[in-house]
């Protein structure tokens, strides 16, 4: 024992013994208990960070586990309450967890669908049971659908729910049954911000009014989505007349069935010496399948005898050699034509004479001027016949001051009532123009705005004459009157705003998205031309320079992409086609090294897209915030003049058929054939 251990007694060793014992063992517990503590802590908060339930605290106080924190719900709550006791005996837990109050419950999107065919109306969807003023409740909408259809109820499977309504609901249901009483064969699909129009027409021209027509209704605070289509027209007869004289290779009609049929019919025009791309309607009623095949040969057989004319009226062909054509000649072609044609088609021949007399003076003529007078002279055969002239022509040219001045003459040959009417009826497809009736032919002249009024004109007189009657069509198309073709392209929609911004920059308040007072007049301006645009896929693409972080770039140019697609709606441009995209810092035009290419790197673009698509950037546009840039329109060439006449043209385009003498012949036989609107812009200065 140590000599300093002897000097205490037994009793003191002990009890120093028992001392030194104890601290050691309540440094071991104390060590074993923080070990224990932070393992179980450890294993718990790995756990919840595996269930990602990181809402959770977990805190350990020996053998205690605390949980503290914010459910979602009591169902969290409980879920992790039993997760912890499948790591840790339950007695151990000590739940400080709390729930989150509950929401209210949020608002269903309201809408509603109306379906309109021809057997009524069907309304279904969810409508707010309390809609507002000025607006229609349930049963008002199903008694102004009814109304839509006199005698049809409509099916009404509409719910309610006791919501408020949205702000626009009222608005956006009226725009819907507006829309709904415009189109008899379609879907409306009515949202708060959104009303969606799928719809069928009649002919592409009836599109095209509906689109322009709805646009110009929608009200500003709700998007207009369009889908209307045009179906393919029924053709009867279906008509195709190709013509080569002294004008040149042409067609006065032309019609397919397919667009392979119509690829073939246009290749082998071509080859007979057609110019330019002729309009040959696609639709429906052909007399057979191997229509595109007859054409082509009758077009070749056309082209071999260097002058005539060949007409289809469904499977009736008829063939007229000009007097210039030789026999041998002649024959030769019809032979081969005959021989070739499928089965189904019917070929009538005719060698016309070198000379060829009237069959008499007499004769009926129809002047339409462009002022809208119709002057009707010549020889009738009766007082009835001359009552019912001037009826058919007050109704078929309505609206035109009629002046008749015929004489009653009994010797004019049959069918002349026949072939008056029919002439009127052509005359009527012009703008204005003459008709002239005698007992040898129909001709009508005229000037039009559609590139379809040749082939229709030729469609009545082919159909309505006598079989094997012969009829000249001089129709001149002028652009100028066509209502489709005076709109802009999109390309030169794109060149137009490209222009606008060439010049005056679109500008925002610094370092925010916010439209500055002095671009009002520069986005005025872009609204003008848009508006007059046709229906086009845009992009307005927003530019930064480098300046910031690249995520707060992005953001910042897409939200003043978004303004100013705002603002154009909001001067009710149609943004069903544009999108809005921030490209932030990623595609520079200029060093960012400087302050004038950081400048010009701040920028507004607008970029065409889809079958449009292009870019071009304008080298003289000012580097400035705002620099816009779209694709470049080609110049329409200045419409052409008629030549002198009863019908004289006024920008017209295309090859001038006033002249054409060469005439066309009947078939001889009838077969039968088988976003809301951004705040008041305020004042700010460019960064």
């Known amino acids: 024992m140590p000599q300093f251990l002897r000097q205490f007694s037994a009793t003191t060793l002990a009890l120093l013994a028992f001392l030194l014992a104890a601290t050691v063992m309540v440094g071991v ?19 919840l960070a595996e269930q990602k339930l990181d809402w959770i605290t977990v805190t350990t106080d020996g053998l205690q586990v605390h949980l503290t924190g914010t459910a979602p719900n009591e169902a969290a709550r409980f879920r992790a309450v039993n997760m912890v006791g499948t790591l840790v005996d339950n007695s151990r837990i000590r739940d400080g967890l709390e729930v989150a109050p509950t929401a209210a419950i949020k608002a269903p999107d309201f809408s509603v669908q109306m379906l309109r065919t021809e057997d009524g109306i069907q309304l279904f969807g969810l409508m707010p049971e309390n809609p507002g003023e000025n607006s229609l409740s349930e049963a008002e909408l199903a008694e102004a659908a009814g109304q839509l259809t006199p005698g049809i109820e409509p099916t009404n499977m ?6 408020p309504a949205p702000e626009t609901w009222g608005t956006a249901l009226a725009f819907g049954l507006e ?12 949202m708060a911000d959104r009303v969606e129009v799928t719809a069928i027409s009649d002919s592409a021209a009836e599109k ?41 290779a042409r067609f006065d009609s032309c019609s397919a069935d397919t667009e392979r049929a119509q690829r073939q019919i246009l290749a082998a025009a071509t080859a007979a010496g057609v110019t330019g ?14 229509w595109a095949e007859a054409v082509v040969l009758a077009i070749r057989a056309v082209k071999e005898l260097g002058s005539g004319s060949i007409t289809f009226s469904d499977a009736d062909v008829t063939l007229l050699a000009g007097s210039d054509v030789p026999q041998a000649t002649f024959d030769k072609v019809v032979g081969e034509l005959e021989t070739s044609l499928p089965d189904a088609f019917s070929l009538t021949s005719t060698l016309e004479k070198a000379e060829s007399s009237t069959q008499g003076p007499a004769e009926f003529t129809a002047v339409l001027t462009e002022a809208g007078k119709l002057d009707l002279r010549g020889r009738l055969t009766d007082e009835l016949q001359r009552q019912a002239v001037d009826a058919f022509a007050r109704a078929a040219f309505e609206g035109a001051e009629v002046r008749t001045a015929t004489r009653v003459d009994e010797t004019l040959p049959d069918g002349w009532p026949i072939r008056v009417l029919a002439g009127l ?10 008709l002239l009736v ?20 030729t469609q009545i007189l082919s159909g309505k004459l006598g079989q094997g009657q012969t009829f000249r069509v001089n129709v001149r198309y002028d652009k100028a009157l066509d209502p489709v073709a005076s709109l802009p392209t999109p390309e030169e929609c794109a060149a137009d705003v490209n222009a606008v911004i060439a010049r005056t920059k679109i500008t925002f308040t610094p370092a925010s998205a916010e439209l500055a007072a002095g671009a009002r007049p520069v986005l005025d301006e872009l609204a003008a031309i848009l508006t007059a645009c046709p229906p086009m896929q845009m992009e307005i693409a927003g530019h930064t320079d480098s300046q910031g972080s690249e995520g707060g770039n992005k953001a910042l140019s897409q939200a003043r992409a978004e303004a100013v697609l705002m603002a154009l709606q909001g001067r009710r441009v149609d943004i069903s086609g544009m999108t809005a995209v921030g490209y932030g810092e990623s595609t520079p035009i200029a060093n960012n090294a400087t302050e004038e290419g950081r400048e010009a790197n701040r920028r507004i673009e607008f970029v065409l897209k889809g079958d449009h698509a292009a870019m071009v950037q304008d080298a003289g546009v000012a580097p400035a915030e705002g620099t816009a840039v779209g694709a470049n329109g080609a110049a329409l060439p ?9 019908a004289p043209a006024t920008g017209g385009e295309g090859p001038d058929f006033s002249n054409d003498t060469s005439p066309s012949v009947a078939p001889a036989e009838k077969t039968i054939r088988p976003l809301p609107r951004p705040a008041d812009l305020k004042a700010g200065e460019d960064q």
């Open 29 to 47: 517990a104390y060590a074993t208990a923080l070990v224990i503590e932070t393992r179980t802590a450890k294993v718990v908060s790995a756990r």
């Open 158 to 163: 509409l719910e309610l729910a006791d919501y």
């Open 179 to 190: 829309a709904l009483k415009r189109l008899p064969r379609s879907k409306v699909s009515v």
């Open 208 to 248: 095209r009014r509906l689109e322009n027509e709805l646009r110009a209704l929608a009200p500003q605070d709700v998007r207009l989505v369009l889908d209307i289509s045009a179906p393919r027209p029924v053709i009867t007869p279906f008509t195709l007349r190709f013509v080569v004289d002294t004008e040149g």
């Open 277 to 290: 791309t002729p309009n040959c309607r696609i639709g429906l009623g052909t007399p057979t399948p191997r």
């Open 425 to 434: 009826e052509a005359l009527a497809e012009v703008e204005y123009g003459s």
């Open 438 to 457: 005698r007992a040898d032919t129909v001709e009508v002249t005229g000037v039009t705005g559609s590139q379809e009024t040749r082939g229709r004109i």
């Open 638 to 646: 200045p419409a052409g003049t008629a030549g002198p006449g009863a």
